[in-house]
């Protein structure tokens, strides 16, 4: 990755998960993408009902966190902090 690219993608640590994070028109466009649900087809009620449960007890959806090691954890401050200067 050269900093002088317009865009970022890190890989997640444990490869479920990823970050693109791209620079256009002075403003960051962040995406983050999961590697598949497990699921080929539509859950089941009793999935769907257990999602929800799960939401509303805990406040967290299964994808909603990503854990990067230092490594990466750098390349993404050095992507944001080149393109803001």
Do not use: P
Not at 43 to 58: E, M, P
Not at 63 to 83: A, G, H, P
């Amino acid at each position: 990755m050269k900093l002088e690219d317009n865009k970022i993608i890190i890989e997640s640590e444990c490869g479920t998960h990823l970050l693109r994070c791209e620079y256009c028109d002075e403003k960051f466009d962040i995406s983050f993408y999961t590697y598949g649900n497990g699921q080929s087809v539509k859950s089941k009620i009793w999935g769907r009902l257990k999602y929800a449960f799960l939401h509303l007890f805990t406040g967290q959806l299964f994808s909603d966190q990503m854990i990067f090691n230092e490594k990466e954890s750098k390349k993404l401050v050095d992507f944001i902090n080149y393109k803001i200067k």
